[in-house]
Structures are given as C-alpha cells and as structure tokens.
C-alpha cells in the first residue's frame, strides 16, 4: 500500500487525503518522523479537516 500512495504523492503532492494515508501507513510501521511530517503537511492543506482533532492527537502521540 505504501508504494501506491508514495507514487500517488508523487503524482499529486497536494492532495491531502494522500498525505494523511501516508501518515497512517507509516505510523503503523513505526516511522514515527515520516508520520509526523506526512501529518503536518496533511492539517496544512486542509486546514478545516474534519479529522483535524484526531489527527492532532496522533501529532501528540508521536511526538512524545
């Protein structure tokens, strides 16, 4: 799955939905800065998400 949003990135970098996939993805296997970047980048091109809580708490999360 990581292959396909990493050239679906490459494809559209503007695309949040993308960008919080890839957030998901490397989250999940433990690439705690590639998460948080992906997920910054995903809050700043879409700054009225309606995820942006849950998002936040997964900032937090890694960040500690």
Same mark, same amino acid.
């Given at each position: 799955a990581r292959d396909l949003y990493m050239r679906a990135k490459a494809r559209e970098p503007d695309n949040p939905e993308i960008r919080k996939s890839l957030g998901i993805i490397y989250q999940k296997i433990g690439q705690s800065q590639l998460a948080l970047e992906e997920f910054e980048i995903y809050l700043k091109l879409n700054p009225?998400?309606?995820? +942006? +809580?849950a998002i936040e708490s997964n900032i937090r999360a890694i960040s500690r």
């Open positions: 009225g998400a309606s995820d +942006r +809580r």
